[in-house]
């Protein structure tokens, strides 16, 4: 019995070492325009995403429903989004990358929740739903913001979420990802707000009572960028 406990606790192991590997590689080039931010590296090393290192410029915006009021303090989600998140980043990352945060909130939105509202299956969520919660919270600053100075952006919806309850799914990312599907194709899109100024950097979506784990996990894609189609962790 203990002989096949540690066969299998020595495949485990093996496996996670095969599977990090395949994380590494040698970054060649800088994203350009419109481009995923991957560079390949051996051939026995895999992709890995030349945009994950470094500093993070991330415009983070709370923003509350026209009907419904936040549960949660908004200095905890503050300190949960800032500190907490750059500091795991950092841990995460053994200092190669670390967060630049601009906090703003709360925002108001100009309907109600039920507008929003989005499904908590990823291979259900409207799209338009998600491309419009972005654009009218993008819409609600893009006077005072200049989205150009941010590498990704965080939205905080002011609704207490638990999966098919309050904005409908806790914490996803819509850039590269809800925005045109999980699956497969998936890429960057351009995001508008109405006075036209524009944004194509990562975005991720975290309610106002997702934990830290969650915020960091969708952080995580945004920072992976895409490759043939598909997302890659960083």
Same mark, same amino acid.
């Given at each position: 019995?203990?002989?096949?406990?540690? !066969?299998? #606790?020595?495949l485990g192991v093996l496996f996670c070492v095969l599977f990090f590997s395949g994380c590494r590689g040698a970054p060649v080039a800088g994203p350009?325009?419109?481009?995923?931010?991957?560079?390949?590296?051996?051939?026995?090393l895999g992709p890995q995403s030349n945009s994950a290192k470094g500093e993070q410029r991330v415009l983070m915006l709370a923003v509350?429903?026209?009907?419904?009021?936040?549960?949660?303090?908004?200095?905890h989600i503050k300190e949960r989004a800032t500190n907490r998140l750059n500091d795991y980043v950092k841990a995460q990352s053994y200092g190669q990358a670390w967060i630049k945060p601009h906090f703003e909130g709360w925002i108001p939105l100009p309907d109600?929740? !039920?507008? #929003?509202?989005?499904?908590?299956?990823?291979?259900?969520v409207d799209r338009g739903r998600v491309r419009k919660l972005i654009?009218?919270?993008m819409t609600a600053v893009e006077a005072r913001i200049d989205?150009?100075?941010?590498?990704?952006?965080?939205?905080?919806?002011?609704?207490?979420?638990?999966?098919?309850?309050g904005y409908g799914m806790i914490c996803y990312c819509a850039n590269p990802g809800m925005l045109t599907g999980v699956r497969r194709n998936t890429a960057f899109v351009t995001l508008r707000a109405q006075g036209g100024a524009t944004f194509s950097g990562g975005v991720f979506v975290a309610a106002e009572n997702a934990h830290l784990g969650m915020f960091a996990h969708d952080l995580f894609h945004a920072l992976g960028g895409v490759q043939h189609g598909k997302r890659l962790v960083p």
């Amino acid at each position: 019995m203990m002989r096949t406990v540690m !066969s299998r #606790y020595g495949l485990g192991v093996l496996f996670c070492v095969l599977f990090f590997s395949g994380c590494r590689g040698a970054p060649v080039a800088g994203p350009a325009e419109g481009s995923s931010g991957v560079a390949v590296g051996g051939a026995d090393l895999g992709p890995q995403s030349n945009s994950a290192k470094g500093e993070q410029r991330v415009l983070m915006l709370a923003v509350r429903f026209k009907d419904v009021a936040p549960e949660c303090n908004l200095n905890h989600i503050k300190e949960r989004a800032t500190n907490r998140l750059n500091d795991y980043v950092k841990a995460q990352s053994y200092g190669q990358a670390w967060i630049k945060p601009h906090f703003e909130g709360w925002i108001p939105l100009p309907d109600d929740l !039920s507008e #929003y509202r989005v499904s908590p299956d990823n291979f259900q969520v409207d799209r338009g739903r998600v491309r419009k919660l972005i654009e009218d919270a993008m819409t609600a600053v893009e006077a005072r913001i200049d989205f150009s100075q941010y590498d990704h952006m965080l939205v905080i919806p002011g609704a207490f979420t638990l999966p098919g309850k309050g904005y409908g799914m806790i914490c996803y990312c819509a850039n590269p990802g809800m925005l045109t599907g999980v699956r497969r194709n998936t890429a960057f899109v351009t995001l508008r707000a109405q006075g036209g100024a524009t944004f194509s950097g990562g975005v991720f979506v975290a309610a106002e009572n997702a934990h830290l784990g969650m915020f960091a996990h969708d952080l995580f894609h945004a920072l992976g960028g895409v490759q043939h189609g598909k997302r890659l962790v960083p």
